[in-house]
């Protein structure tokens, strides 16, 4: 096993924006293992290391233990844990998920939606439970773990 820190989330927990902050600040590559050929929209990001899941790049991005297409098990000895207010996390991702574009939203209300949007927040917040009971109880009891609020980063840095 390489060196390497594993940057995980449940999707649209602010990833790309705490990547592009590691990057910025510390001019180092964050990898990741998800093809862009699943994520066209990826594609338009300047990440350095996009699609990089060796030891030239330190930090990896992943959704692991989440099971995205195309998406590899990156093991690592450290973990970066990026974590949000789950109502936001579950907005963002019904918009993201129903267009596959970053910040987008629809231009109707939610509201117009009501049987799509509660079975989502009731499959996403499963999803969330369980991928935050898995790193409680199989990653940060192994190894060193960080979690990081996505709220504190962008609204004090």
């Not at 594993?6 to 093809?35: D, N």
């Not at 233990?65 to 207010?85: A, D």
């Not at 509201?111 to 940060?140: G, R």
Request: aromatic share 16%; with cysteine; net charge negative.
């Amino acid at each position: 096993m390489d060196n390497s820190v594993v940057f995980t989330s449940w999707p649209r927990m602010g990833q790309s924006f705490l990547r592009t902050y590691l990057e910025k600040i510390t001019g180092i590559a964050t990898g990741c293992e998800i093809s862009l050929d699943f994520i066209t929209d990826q594609q338009m990001f300047p990440f350095m290391g996009e699609e990089t899941n060796d030891a030239s790049v330190w930090v990896k991005k992943s959704h692991w233990p989440v099971f995205i297409p195309g998406n590899l098990v990156t093991i690592g000895n450290k973990y970066l844990i990026c974590v949000r207010n789950p109502y936001d996390a579950i907005r963002s991702a019904f918009h993201y998920f129903s267009l596959f574009v970053q910040g987008g939203e629809f231009a109707e209300p939610i509201s117009d939606f009501p049987e799509e949007w509660d079975k989502f927040v009731k499959a996403a917040a499963e999803d969330i439970a369980a991928f935050t009971a898995y790193v409680i109880e199989h990653i940060a009891p192994k190894v060193p773990t960080l979690f990081i609020r996505y709220e504190d980063l962008r609204f004090n840095p």
